[in-house]
């Protein structure tokens, strides 16, 4: 009779102990769910706006590197152009100087008697046209190297720009990959916590179970 009621007794404190852990270990788990969940949040959107800035800052420089590719495409456009008139120039004047020394000549033979001071004259001016065609070949050759060197650096901007461009994408795609894992995260979270709660309930009802 007594060991019956010493087994009796056993089975009443499993029993109560087993629904007292199950209501705890309930309570226990909800109240884990709604610590985590919030630092899960926090996690999640601190992740996504670091991630935010740094694509607002390499939009930035995307703008930038467009910014200045028109800058050196407009000086290279700007040089050539240039080039270009300094060359008719440079035509032009070299013309020039040829035909006043011909002409110069000629007058030579044709009047002899026209004062050496005038043919000098005629003489220099041919000279300093000649002097001024060849400055603006100097220049012309200055002009077409700046033109080359500016395309140049229009294409490394141009790589630049389309690697900085890639960071972007990349960084998008980055983003959307946490927030896939966050939503993965607190969906893995809710339904632990409904596993977790089950096995209490389960624990609950045989514990109930026993004392009956």
Known sequence: ?????????????????G???GIVGIVATIVIYFVLSPMVDR????????MDHASMAVSG???????????????SQFSTNLSASME??????????????????????????IPN???????????????FSANLNETRSSLSSLSS???????????TRDSVASAES??????????????GLKLALLIGTFVVIMLFLTLICYSTGVLL
């Open 19 to 21: 629904i007292i852990c």
């Open 1 to 17: 009779m007594e060991r019956a009621e010493l087994l009796k007794d056993i089975k009443r404190t499993m029993g109560t102990a």
């Open 170 to 183: 990349d960084i998008s795609e980055a983003r959307d990959t946490i927030n896939q894992f966050i939503r």
């Open 117 to 131: 001071g005038s043919l000098e004259q005629l003489n220099d001016s041919a000279s300093s046209f000649s002097e």
């Open 61 to 75: 420089g995307i703008a930038s590197l467009d910014s200045a590719s028109s800058s050196v495409t407009s000086l």
């Open 88 to 113: 008719k120039l440079e035509n032009g004047s070299r013309k020039l100087s040829s035909a006043i020394s011909n002409l110069s000549g000629e007058i030579g033979v044709l009047v002899p008697s």
């Open 149 to 159: 060197a500016t395309n140049d650096m229009s294409a490394h901007i141009r790589s």
């Open 43 to 50: 996690l999640g959107a601190t992740a996504v706006l670091t």
